[in-house]
């Protein structure tokens, strides 16, 4: 650089900087280590189950029994355009015994009018029998289909995020067993079914049960089903993929492997009712309210059974598809939000990382959570930081430098290639070579754009502090765009 030597920085400086580069080797490392065993673990795991979890053996954990009812709660702020094929795929899932409740929360847009017109919904007063427990913002009506009985919408003034919209889906629950869905996704029709099905198998220590999330953007659609997996054409919403696929093919399925999974996704997780009202419902105001939820559930089973092992299922095969974001600044919201959410969780439940009385859920499941989800942007943020000064200072070594480079984006893309040929090998969402192909491509640019941004945004987030509050997302919808509908007038009290 011109500039280098004009200004003798001190030898700390020099110090320090190779200290970062030592600190970010090793991490890299570990990193990667522990890559390779979630990998193996999550692979052994889609083996042994490969094929028994089906909804045949549902039937057969039941023949005797009458299957466990599922009240599906579905929180929805401004999901107009997507309201109504999420609801008809929840439907017409093969599920028998469940029940809908759609929480139209504050609404500005036309989403209860689409399911009023859509599910020629009436409004009801007084409220159906069976609400009580939880406190959230008010109840303006409560709406019920003239045809399927299985529905229910429930119309509120917006309690300003997520968690006060479920909060009011279980207190109208009537079913033994809980689903939690996002308002913007299509279920796989079998779903359901899996993820009871390993639930029911999985004993009483089951707490929780949770699915694989990816991207519904560019897939082909008809009607509540996806008929065409795609690889997104937007760059933004590949590399989107590519993360999903790392963490729920790999990432979670191999943490249950140890049983030492701590999050269920907010937009598919399937809980007993009972014992989500009895720790009080999800937190109202917490930007990480699935991690929230789960890591609540995972201590009160722990603390209601002493000597137990607490653990939350992976169902990689139950599959919801949902819309990610498009554009930059809604990512950056999310990520934002999601980043200050684990760092809230992490704090507030400190005392289970590294506490052996917790099993696999203390040694494994927080510590990874803490050194490899929180620390990752602190110290990756700390080496472009370090490559900047060692190239400002003029002491980068060009081949050292490429070498370095280099070992880093290989041990991230062996991550992403093994999270490709999972899929593949098992799920085979994406059979298109091309598509595969687009994937690696993806995942070569992910390294250089994608994740330095992303990295920057975590960064930010940890420091962040103020309200929470429901990020807005512009949706496109799965198909033709609906037209806008006149809302209705809420029921009266």
């Known amino acids: 650089m011109p500039w280098a030597g004009w200004v003798q920085p001190p030898t700390w400086v020099y110090e320090a900087i190779s200290t970062w580069f030592v600190i970010g080797a090793v991490y890299t490392i570990a990193l990667q280590l522990t890559m390779a065993a979630l990998a193996v673990g999550a692979n052994l795991h889609l083996r042994d189950h490969r094929g028994t979890l089906r909804p045949g053996q549902l039937h057969h ?45 504050g609404s500005t847009d036309d989403t209860l009018a689409h399911l009023v017109e859509a599910f020629h919904l009436a409004p009801v007063a007084p409220p159906p029998p069976g609400l009580a427990g939880l406190t959230t913002a008010t109840v303006r009506g409560h709406y019920l289909p003239l045809g399927d009985v299985r529905l229910r919408v429930i ?5 300003g995020c997520k968690a006060d919209a479920v909060n009011a889906g279980i207190n109208a629950a009537t079913r033994p067993l809980l689903l939690v869905v996002d308002g913007d996704g299509l279920l796989d029709r079998r779903a359901i079914s899996l993820a009871v099905a390993a639930f029911t198998e999985g004993g ?24 065409d997996a795609r690889v997104p054409r937007s760059f933004l919403a590949a590399c989107q993929l590519l993360e999903y696929l790392r963490a729920f093919v790999i990432g979670r399925t191999g943490l249950a492997r140890a049983g030492a999974v701590t999050l269920v996704s907010g937009a598919f997780g399937l809980f007993r009712t009972g014992t989500v009202r009895a720790v009080g419902g999800y937190t109202v105001g917490h930007l990480g309210e699935d991690l929230d939820i789960t890591l609540r ?3 009160h089973h722990r603390l209601a059974h002493p000597g137990s092992s607490p653990r939350v299922v992976q169902v990689p095969e139950a599959i919801l598809w949902t819309e990610v974001p498009a554009t930059w600044a809604v990512l ?10 684990l760092v809230q969780a992490l704090q507030e439940h400190a005392d289970l990382v590294g506490r052996p009385r917790w099993g696999a859920i203390g040694m494994v499941g927080m510590p990874q959570l803490v050194l490899f989800e929180l620390f990752a942007p602190l110290i990756q943020g700390a080496g472009m930081l370090t490559m900047i000064l060692v190239v400002a200072l003029g ?3 060009p081949v ?3 070498a370095l ?15 490709i040929w999972s899929e593949e090998r098992n799920l085979r969402q994406y059979l298109s070579t091309r598509d595969l192909l687009r994937l690696l491509v993806v995942a070569v640019a992910e390294q250089v754009v994608y994740l330095p941004v992303t990295v920057l945004w975590r960064l930010k987030a940890t420091f962040m502090r103020g309200p929470s509050v429901w990020g807005e997302m512009t949706r496109s919808g799965f198909g033709p765009a609906a037209a806008p509908v006149t809302a209705p007038a809420p029921a009266a009290p």
């Open 204 to 227: 009483r220590d089951v707490v929780a049960a949770g699915g694989t999330i990816l991207p519904i953007n560019d897939c082909a659609v008809e009607g509540t089903t996806v008929t």
């Open 400 to 402: 050292l430098g490429a």
């Open 395 to 397: 002491v980068f070594d």
């Open 405 to 419: 480079v280099a070992a880093v984006m290989t041990a991230g893309l062996v991550a992403t290639v093994t999270a």
């Open 155 to 159: 119309s509120k003034d917006a309690g």
């Open 61 to 105: 954990l039941t023949a005797t029994n009458r299957p466990p009812g599922v009240s599906i709660v579905v929180p929805a702020h401004n999901e107009g355009p997507v309201i109504v094929p999420t609801v008809r795929a929840l439907l017409a899932s093969d599920y028998r015994d469940l029940e809908i409740v759609v929480v139209d929360d």
């Open 332 to 341: 950056a919201r999310q990520r934002v939000r999601w980043h200050r959410g």
């Open 297 to 299: 559930l995972l201590r």
